[in-house]
């Protein structure tokens, strides 16, 4: 593929990872982060030190300090910053957008607050004028920037769209694969966060690989009965962006979910556990969201929903596991 202009929002380790993968790729990428002293020892370094430290940027990667110049010079937008700052950074770009540019998101989660989608997020704030797609699926920043093999899911209601950014990530060690299912890749990323919590907190407890299994297939369970419920497709939620993410974030220390679970169960504080991890934990921040999306479809996520009173402060984990366990025994399909 010919080289595209790119702008990343966020520079943290998977903004950085796949400002990284892209520019690798031989495209022109320009890296934004809200923070102006963070960006300026990144460029100085050329190497993110605090998030993905040993790893140089290739030429083609260069520092953008200017949100403006970051955005009005991409005829592509990849954004990939936390969902609780999703909708205001978006909003702040918006005005810069090159006419027919698209937009990607790599963001996890729901819209705090709204509990919206985060495609109903982008099309409220840019309208109905530029492609749009996210990027999804079982991929740790670190991997990805140490060019180790990596499949993730591009979804997008316009399907030559996904294909375009699917050739973009493309590369010898990753394979992109594409979806029309939006709502359901979107459902998975948020749902297995809060999962990757609850596999963490069994593990910190001590319960072992039985209960871990267990939390997995039946945290599976619980995915595909709301994904189904606001119109994701069954098949999604066996895939990548699926069962194969949530393997990954259950199962591996590189995920700050599982690692702020294993904090919780070991007895740590909220407070504690959340400064240790020293990023944003987006299954705790977005679980009340899930919640909320679940009992107006009236769908049982019992899992899910102990984790929202965990990170609430409600229940202890402790208290959260002896509930599951106190559940009447019922038919497992």
Known sequence: MDSVSIGVLGA???????????ARNGHRVRL?????????QIAKARCNDRYLPGVPFPAGLRVCPELSECVGASDLLLVVVPSHSYRVTLSQASPYLVAGAGVVWATKGLEHGSGQFLHQVTAEVIGEDHPTAIVSGPSFAREVA??????MTVASYIPSFAETVA???????MRAYTSR?????????AVKNALAIAAGISDGLGFGANARAALVTRGLAEMVRLGSAVGGRRETFMGLAGLGDLVLTCTDDQSRNRRFGLALGAGQDLDTARSAIGQVVE??????????????????MPITEQVDRVVRGIRTPREAVETLLAREPKPEL
């Not at 140490?146 to 499949?151: F, G, I, K, N, V």
């Not at 050739?167 to 060690?173: F, I, T």
């Not at 299912?181 to 990323?189: I, N, P, R, T």
């Open 146 to 151: 140490a060019d180790l093999p990596t499949a």
């Open 32 to 40: 934004w982060g809200h923070r102006p002293a963070h960006l300026a």
């Open 181 to 189: 299912d939006v709502v359901g890749v979107e459902l998975g990323g």
């Open 283 to 300: 299954g705790a921040a977005t679980a009340h969201e899930i919640m909320r999306l679940a009992n107006q479809h009236g769908v049982d």
């Open 167 to 173: 050739d973009l990530l493309h590369a010898r060690s």
């Open 12 to 22: 943290g380790s998977w903004g950085t990872a796949l400002a990284l993968l892209l």
